[in-house]
């Protein structure tokens, strides 16, 4: 297809796609039309899918000029993963989404594995100008050939530049710019610039641990340390870091984070992502402790990263499923989403430090609320959808405990599936059973409860649940507990119920939707 007749193609698609996202409710169609394909079955409201197809990690993020880039791993001709692109999608509130045309396709030096993007403001890389600095794109090479004879050098890190804004990109001609020496696992590069030193770092995933290089220029890379051999989660290997700084709200100390997806390993089982507390020099990363953290500890958030050129905001946003079965899922025209959009911030309690994670204000700024209570006795069980007299297919829901005891939260239909969310007092802990949420027999794991430590210990909770036609992100104790899980019924879970066996009082309870 011509470029120019792609990018119109592309460009309608993305317009009914944002058009549904503010629907609150299903509009059929007749069958094989446009509007019915903007609405496959479990195909999320406000939550990134590809068109079409197979996707995976997010890569590449980055704002720009006003407007958020989101690339991800992409396999074009199929939904099972495959020779990987760079897909591209941009936002200008990290809600609504505009397909873009694919921007990196795999080349004789191999397919194009997970990696980050940056703007080059000072063109330290020469691809650009002071008054038109480049962006530029870092990434894996994957040698299937390589990989097939037996070596174990075949990733390597090669850049690309884009002089445009992002619209097209070129490759660097000298690629790669970063050998392997030879180890199986060597990929996922996330670059940020270094201040005090006027220099680039990559964080890079090295089979079960981390490697810091850096460069004058993005073109040469010299190795600074390693971190992670005997610390932190190893189930599985280690990918799609990131090194990124919070401030503390209170005492205004920085600190840095760093996070390692591993898979598998998580706390649920397969994919996860862990993260450090510690401090970095330049050249080396210093943790605090050897506690381990997790972003989520939902099954379905993995490789998860942060935006480049925010500032001072900390953007993150993660893949919304788990290698476990991602490629089994039951969806036929695409497979995954992306978790919505998340502010990181740094906290430090009773309980020790933590980073907290929440839907961004943009997202808040795109809801309207359709029930709003105070004061809710829940003795027994309770139904919110009748009350509020909505259907409950894609809401987010707030509320606020101030007497906590065990409680629980049910989504369902009328054919008896259901996902449960309850909370153990005694515990301290929270348990998501999806195991009656409709088709689950494409792998034996998926039904397995889920476990989440909730990290306060205080007699009051707030709580806000994000729900699609086929997820739930659940944020705790302003997000220092978050859970994320996919699941498929065969009808959209429509009601919401809530039950308390000894009781328990909402001071307040309010129900929103997308304007």
Known sequence: MHAALKHLFHSVISLILIGSVFCCTTKTAPEGSLAD?????????????????????????????????????YYPDSTVWGPMHWGHATSNDMVS?????????????????SGSAVVDNQNTSG?????????????????????????????????????????TWIKYEKNPVLLNPGIIDFRDPKVRWFEKENKWIMTLAVKDHIRFYSSPNLKDWKPESEFGKEIGAHGGVWECPDLFTLKDEKSGNEHWILIVNLNPGGPNGGSGAQYF?????????????????????????????????????????????NWTYATVVPTERWRSAMTIARELTFAVSENGMVVRS???????RSLTTVYETANLEVQGQINISEIAKSSMTAFNLDLTIDSLADFGITLSNDLGEEVTLSFSQEENKFYLDRSKSGNTGFH??????????????????????????ASLEVFADDGTTVLTTIYFPEKEFSNLTLYSPSGINLSTLKISRLK
């Open 37 to 73: 394909f903007t609405r496959d079955k479990h195909r999320p409201y406000f939550h990134f899918t590809p068109d079409s197809m197979w996707m995976n990690d997010p890569n590449g993020m980055v704002f720009h000029k006003g407007v958020y880039h989101l690339f991800y791993q």
């Open 277 to 321: 507390i510690g401090s970095f020099d330049g050249t080396t990363f210093t943790p605090v402790d050897e506690e381990i953290r997790w972003i989520d500890f939902g099954p379905d958030n993995y490789a998860g990263v942060t935006w480049a050129n925010t500032g001072d905001r900390v953007l993150f946003l993660g893949w919304m499923s």
């Open 127 to 167: 691809f650009g100008t002071l008054e038109n600095p480049p962006l530029v794109a870092i990434f894996t090479y994957h040698d299937p050939v390589g990989q097939t004879s037996g070596k174990n050098d075949f990733q390597t890190q090669g850049i690309a530049y884009s002089l445009d804004d992002g619209e």
């Open 97 to 113: 989404w505009e397909h873009q045309p694919i921007a990196l396709y795999p080349d004789e030096l191999g397919y194009i594995f």
């Open 444 to 469: 034996p794991e998926f039904s397995n409860l889920i476990v989440a430590d909730r990290y306060s210990v205080d007699y009051e909770m707030n709580l806000r649940l994000v729900a699609d036609a």
């Open 358 to 364: 929440v839907p961004v204000p943009e997202f808040d």
